[in-house]
Antibody, heavy 120, light 110 residues
Framework: EVQLVESGGDLVQPGGSLRLSCAAS????????MHWVRQAPGKGLVWVSR????????GYADSVKGRFTISRDNAKNTLYLQMNSLRDDDTAVYYC?????????????WGQGTLVTVSS | QSALTQPPSASGSPGQSVTISCTGT?????????VSWFQQHPGKAPKFLIY???KRPSGVPDRFSGSRSGNTASLTVSGLQAEDEADYYC??????????FGGGTKLTVL
């Protein structure tokens, strides 16, 4: 059974940093592109970032470029999102998703999400 | 990176069909057919409904179908059921290493 479990969400002050993790199981993690998607309270889904199966190729939304870094450890079956210079509008539930088709955004499995709150 | 445009709401009675549109620019869709649709119930993670414009993952009822004409993709839900009441989102790969989602449509089953 495919499982994605996010962790690391917390309350952090503006300007602070946080690292999210997404532990994967039940499928060959090192064969799949992975994504992060976020959802602010009461708002819609917003794509954040993606990473190729080998970690070499990455992409970011303009709103997080230069502040967030996606990475992965295929030996640990874990996806990461390092978030720096956090702003109030980064407050959201962050989901990781598995891509069915090479970076296309065809996210066939999602985690349950982890809440990041940026507030002073 | 503006969001794809979806109507904020849609509705239909049980048994009826409803179509939700998803409009973007040629840059949003790129030269690809990587349009996906997701269903999200309150407090839950999104569920994968449609990929590559028209394909359904195993387990998704054939009441859900997708299509695309130019820069508008559409999701049709036929034979509406009470459990179809949810938020629906489209997404597209832009071809510039990025993905864009629609703003979401709240579907109400009357």
């Amino acid at each position: 059974e495919v499982q994605l479990v996010e962790s690391g969400g917390d309350l952090v002050q503006p300007g602070g940093s946080l690292r999210l993790s997404c532990a994967a199981s039940g499928f060959p993690f090192s064969s799949h592109w992975m994504h992060w998607v976020r959802q602010a309270p009461g708002k819609g889904l917003v794509w954040v970032s993606r990473i190729r199966y080998d970690g070499i190729d990455t992409g970011y939304a303009d709103s997080v470029k230069g502040r967030f870094t996606i990475s992965r450890d295929n030996a640990k079956n874990t996806l990461y999102l390092q978030m720096n210079s956090l702003r109030d509008d980064d407050t959201a539930v962050y989901y990781c998703g598995r891509d069915l088709i090479a970076g296309s955004g065809s996210l066939d499995y999602w985690g349950q999400g982890t809440l990041v709150t940026v507030s002073s | 990176q503006s969001a794809l445009t979806q109507p904020p709401s849609a509705s239909g009675s049980p048994g009826q069909s409803v179509t939700i549109s998803c409009t973007g620019t040629s840059s949003d869709f790129g030269a690809f057919n990587f349009v996906s649709w997701f269903q999200q119930h309150p407090g839950k993670a999104p569920k994968f409904l449609i990929y590559e414009v028209t394909k359904r993952p195993s387990g998704v009822p054939d009441r859900f179908s997708g299509s695309r004409s130019g820069n508008t993709a559409s999701l049709t839900v036929s034979g509406l059921q009470a459990e179809d009441e949810a938020d629906y989102y489209c997404s597209s790969y832009t071809g510039s290493k990025t993905v864009v989602f629609g703003g979401g449509t709240k579907l109400t089953v009357l």
